[in-house]
C-alpha cells in the first residue's frame, strides 16, 4: 500500500523552528519528486517547496524563500521540510505529496502530484 506520513508539526512561538518529515512506505521514494503544500483554514491548498528525484533540483514558494529549507534522505524513504524563523501566517496544515511527473525537476501544481499524505499541523502563535 502506497503511503505518505507526515509528522513533525506543532504549536511554536513566532521566530521558532520546526523540521516537518515525510516518510513513504510501500514504494520507494527516490522514483519521485516530493512537493511539500499547506492549507490553512478557509483558504485554498498552496505549494510551498519541491525538491526533484535526485535533489538536483529545488523550488520555493516566494514567501518562505530564505525560511524554509527541503532535503531528502532517499536511502531512509524520507523529505525534510526545515521550517524557520516561523511566522503566524505559517499557520497551516502542510500536506507532502509524491509525483513520477519529473526527472530532474519538480513543480507546486497539486494536481500533477499522485499521492498524498494526511498532513499535520502547523500553529505558530504567541
Known amino acids: 500500500q502506497v503511503q505518505l506520513v507526515e509528522s513533525g508539526g506543532g504549536l511554536v512561538q513566532p521566530g521558532g523552528s520546526l523540521r516537518l518529515s515525510c516518510a513513504a512506505s510501500?514504494?520507494?521514494?527516490?522514483?519521485?519528486?516530493i512537493g511539500w503544500f499547506r492549507q490553512a483554514p478557509g483558504k485554498e491548498r498552496e505549494g510551498v517547496s519541491c525538491i526533484s528525484r535526485s535533489a538536483g533540483s529545488t523550488y520555493f514558494q516566494d514567501s518562505v524563500q530564505g525560511r524554509f529549507t527541503i532535503s531528502r534522505d532517499n536511502a531512509n524513504n524520507t523529505v525534510y521540510l526545515q521550517i524557520n524563523n516561523l511566522k503566524p501566517e505559517d499557520t497551516a496544515t502542510y500536506y507532502c505529496?509524491?509525483?513520477?511527473?519529473?526527472?530532474?525537476?519538480?513543480?507546486?501544481?497539486?494536481?500533477?502530484?499522485?499521492?498524498w499524505g494526511q498532513g499535520t499541523q502547523v500553529t505558530v502563535s504567541s
Open positions: 510501500g514504494f520507494t521514494l527516490d522514483a519521485y519528486a
Open positions: 505529496a509524491a509525483s513520477r511527473r519529473w526527472l530532474t525537476l519538480c513543480q507546486l501544481y497539486p494536481r500533477k502530484y499522485e499521492a
